[in-house]
């Protein structure tokens, strides 16, 4: 099967990078929203991107002429003849589910749905479905439009061609995807959460502070962020979220929220996103630690 028209389900963070790379990679791609106003933010994020990839030529084509091929809707119908529909919606099972049911019935039979979830078990998503042969997982990385990864995941019920579609989609989108199976944290989130775990519980106990240590980490080992700007980054609630699903599915304490992350999550630092976090971002060029 060729894919020709791509969909994505939600225009946030993910989802408009997500969007973004499909139309540098010359696919026409609609993307899917509940207002006006979340496309029209989302869609600046991409135009800003693109305005950056241009001065630094690393695109073939003009921002304007990749803009052309994105269109926002606020209409599911608008759906119906893509080839695959890319869901980067927020992390709720029941909203996932909802929406999967929904658009089943608005798709072409043939198409593919794929989830960017994190966490959630895409055999439950697909069980929403009609068409569970037809689902995978498709999960990209923070920020979509530099991070080269792409982890596609197969279920037990997905056909063989579409996972081969979904895979040489990956690489059409100039990501380098990895083979992984519908085991909750796939491939990257298996070792990063409880790694970015064990940072919080170092910090616990008293191994280290905060920014030393992010510099162990990032010169210790080489890694472009420590674990706690890259926390911050991520958010902590979207941690905190993936922690609650992972320990469930395997009840190891290596899963398990340390309770510095869960107080934080209440206390609505949810990292760079809020401005507060690990780190205060009210000069976001120079963060600094939080006493915590
Ligand atoms: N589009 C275009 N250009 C962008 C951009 C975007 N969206 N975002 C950043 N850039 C540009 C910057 O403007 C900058 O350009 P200049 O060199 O001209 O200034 C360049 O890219 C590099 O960015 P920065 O200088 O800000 O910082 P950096 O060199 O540290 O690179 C980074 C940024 C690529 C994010 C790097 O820090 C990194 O790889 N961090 C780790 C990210 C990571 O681990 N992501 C995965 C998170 S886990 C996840 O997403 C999955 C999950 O399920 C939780």
Sequence with gaps: MEIKKVGVLGCGLM???IAQVSAIAGFEVTVLEVEQ???????????RSLAKFAEKGTIKETPQAIRA???????????AD????????????DEKKKMYAALDDVVKPDGIFASNTSSISITELMAATKRPHRFIGLHFFNPVPLMKLVEVVRTIATADDVFQTAYEFGKKLGKVPVRTSDKTGFIVNRLLVPYMLDAIRAYEEGVGSIEDIDNAMKLGCGYPMGPFTLLDFVGLETTYYITQVMYDEFKERRFAAPPLLKRLVMAGWYGRKTGKGFYDYSDP???KPNKL
Excluded: Q
Aim: glycine share 12%.
């Design 69 to 79: 091929r994105l269109n926002g809707t606020t209409n599911m119908r608008d759906l």
């Design 82 to 93: 893509c080839d695959i529909v890319v869901e980067a919606v927020i992390e709720n099972i």
């Design 15 to 17: 989802g408009s990078g």
């Design 37 to 47: 106003k979340f496309l029209d933010k989302g869609f600046a994020g991409i135009e």
């Design 285 to 287: 060029a120079n963060p």
